[in-house]
Nanobody, 117 residues
Framework: QVQVVESGGGLVQAGGSLRLSCVVS????????MGWYRQAPGKQRELVAI???????IYADSVKGRFTISRDNAKNTVYLQMNTLKPEDTAVYYC???????????WGQGTQVTVSS
């Protein structure tokens, strides 16, 4: 059974930093593309960043230059370093593990990030 567990959320002042972690068990982590998504109250879930199994990265325009996604295959973990946080970054952040073959997506339960002004 695949488990995806996020951690690292919390309350931070604008301009501060947080690092989110996501640990995946029960799946071939190194074969999977990994992504961070977020959902603010009353809004749809949106992509924040993706890192492919090859290490390529994609970022939403709203976080480029402030957030960095990385992965450690030895630890089955993907990270999201968030700097210069803004109140509009407040959301529940979700981790997704995308298995290519057979195709399937696995989501974590989410971790709350709140940025105060």
């Amino acid at each position: 059974q695949v488990q995806v567990v996020e951690s690292g959320g919390g309350l931070v002042q604008a301009g501060g930093s947080l690092r989110l972690s996501c640990v995946v068990s029960g799946s071939m982590f190194s074969n999977n593309n990994m992504g961070w998504y977020r959902q603010a109250p009353g809004k749809q879930r949106e992509l924040v960043a993706i890192i492919t199994r090859g290490g390529s990265t994609i970022y939403a325009d709203s976080v480029k230059g402030r957030f960095t996604i990385s992965r450690d295959n030895a630890k089955n973990t993907v990270y999201l370093q968030m700097n210069t946080l803004k109140p509009e970054d407040t959301a529940v952040y979700y981790c997704k593990s995308q298995r290519p073959f057979p195709p399937n997506n696995y989501w974590g339960q989410g971790t709350q990030v709140t940025v105060s002004s």
